[in-house]
């Protein structure tokens, strides 16, 4: 379980000094698999650390293409969640039943009977192949899901492919307000993200594993699996634990660097949320208070403003 450790640093650091690491790791806890909570919080912010200093020191792309890329894939990620169990179920041939996402529970997959007219594809395949897409740096395929989602929101003529799920039906991302595929704001965004990134040299954009779709699996596995909607309290904490720890991430990352790179896609997913508040203060979820959500949701821009031009002033000095 130590090599799982490992995992949060760049392979670089880990072809160097990987198997060091590992030994000292056995020396100081002979006999356990797994060091204790402290040591491991540790090293997985020393991970984190190495991980954003490559990223810096690889010069072969300017920063703030970096931050576009990763605000795109953060999009992409929020445009998903809601849509991870249909997804699984249809893969699966599943019929979700009475645990469908806010639709008619029969009828919408082309081997349900049902009385509501069959859809072919959910909607949730369209931001799943933008995120597909974009990890592999490949944003000319990524540019046309994403239009394809401005496309099914902003109409009615795709009811049959998609359905009318997704445009109607309740989409709940987290700390906020529903947003449905109708509210353009997230695929407009997407979308104008993906089209920056294609008129860019595609040699210029970072290409990332396959590995990164592991927990992208695990989480429809999960939500598929236990029939988890994404309007339950148990959806709604999961996701505020990992949208609070992908925050962490990037203040430690901009810490360590001084880089304005990751304030990019944390203000991205801030603007487009607090605009569906702005937009449907009726329909507030109500999770926590409204002032605390808006705080939650804008206070880590100029946090991380601060944090990076902290660093920048440390490294003048030194």
């Given at each position: 379980m130590n090599r799982l450790l490992l995992s949060a640093y760049p392979r670089s650091y880990r072809s160097r000094q990987g198997n060091e690491l590992?030994?000292?790791?056995?020396?100081?806890?002979?006999?356990?698999?797994?060091?204790?909570?402290?040591?491991?919080?540790?090293?997985?912010?020393?991970?984190?650390?190495?991980?954003?200093?490559?990223?810096?020191?690889?010069?072969?792309?300017p920063w703030?293409?970096?931050?576009?890329?990763?605000?795109?894939?953060?999009?992409a990620a929020l445009a998903l969640v809601p849509?991870?169990?249909?997804?699984?179920?249809?893969?699966?041939?599943?019929?979700?039943?009475?645990?469908?996402?806010?639709?008619?529970?029969?009828?919408?997959?082309?081997?349900?009977?049902?009385?509501?007219?069959?859809r072919l594809l959910p909607y949730g395949l369209l931001p799943l192949g933008c995120l597909i897409a974009l990890l592999r740096g490949r944003a000319w395929i990524a540019l046309p899901a994403a239009a394809a989602m401005i496309w099914a929101g902003a109409t009615s003529h795709g009811r049959t492919l998609f359905g009318s799920e997704g445009k109607a039906g309740l989409s709940y991302y987290g700390l906020g307000a529903p947003i449905t595929a109708?509210?353009?704001?997230?695929?407009?965004?997407?979308?104008?993200?993906?089209?920056?990134?294609?008129?860019?040299?595609?040699?210029?954009?970072?290409?990332?594993?396959?590995?990164?779709l592991?927990?992208?699996?695990?989480?429809?596995f999960v939500a598929g699996g236990l029939h988890i909607i994404s309007v339950s309290p148990a959806f709604q904490r999961g996701l505020f634990v990992l949208e609070v720890t992908a925050l962490?991430?990037?203040?430690?990352?901009?810490?360590?660097?001084?880089?304005?790179?990751?304030?990019?896609?944390?203000?991205?997913?801030?603007?487009?949320?607090?605009?569906?508040?702005?937009?449907?203060?009726?329909?507030?979820?109500?999770?926590l208070p409204d002032v605390v959500v808006l705080i939650l949701l804008v206070a880590p821009l100029p946090a991380l403003a601060i944090t990076a031009q902290r660093r920048q002033a440390r490294a003048l000095a030194e």
């Amino acid at each position: 379980m130590n090599r799982l450790l490992l995992s949060a640093y760049p392979r670089s650091y880990r072809s160097r000094q990987g198997n060091e690491l590992l030994a000292c790791l056995t020396e100081a806890y002979p006999g356990r698999s797994w060091p204790p909570p402290r040591e491991v919080a540790a090293l997985v912010h020393s991970g984190v650390q190495a991980r954003a200093r490559a990223t810096v020191d690889d010069t072969t792309r300017p920063w703030w293409l970096d931050g576009v890329h990763l605000a795109a894939l953060a999009l992409a990620a929020l445009a998903l969640v809601p849509y991870l169990q249909d997804v699984w179920h249809w893969a699966l041939r599943i019929d979700p039943g009475q645990h469908a996402i806010a639709f008619h529970f029969s009828g919408w997959y082309p081997w349900a009977g049902g009385p509501t007219r069959i859809r072919l594809l959910p909607y949730g395949l369209l931001p799943l192949g933008c995120l597909i897409a974009l990890l592999r740096g490949r944003a000319w395929i990524a540019l046309p899901a994403a239009a394809a989602m401005i496309w099914a929101g902003a109409t009615s003529h795709g009811r049959t492919l998609f359905g009318s799920e997704g445009k109607a039906g309740l989409s709940y991302y987290g700390l906020g307000a529903p947003i449905t595929a109708r509210d353009l704001a997230l695929s407009g965004a997407l979308c104008a993200a993906c089209t920056v990134l294609a008129l860019c040299r595609p040699s210029r954009l970072r290409r990332r594993s396959y590995r990164w779709l592991a927990p992208v699996v695990l989480a429809m596995f999960v939500a598929g699996g236990l029939h988890i909607i994404s309007v339950s309290p148990a959806f709604q904490r999961g996701l505020f634990v990992l949208e609070v720890t992908a925050l962490l991430g990037a203040w430690v990352a901009t810490a360590a660097t001084g880089d304005h790179r990751w304030l990019i896609p944390v203000a991205a997913v801030a603007i487009v949320r607090t605009q569906a508040i702005v937009v449907q203060p009726d329909a507030f979820m109500q999770s926590l208070p409204d002032v605390v959500v808006l705080i939650l949701l804008v206070a880590p821009l100029p946090a991380l403003a601060i944090t990076a031009q902290r660093r920048q002033a440390r490294a003048l000095a030194e």
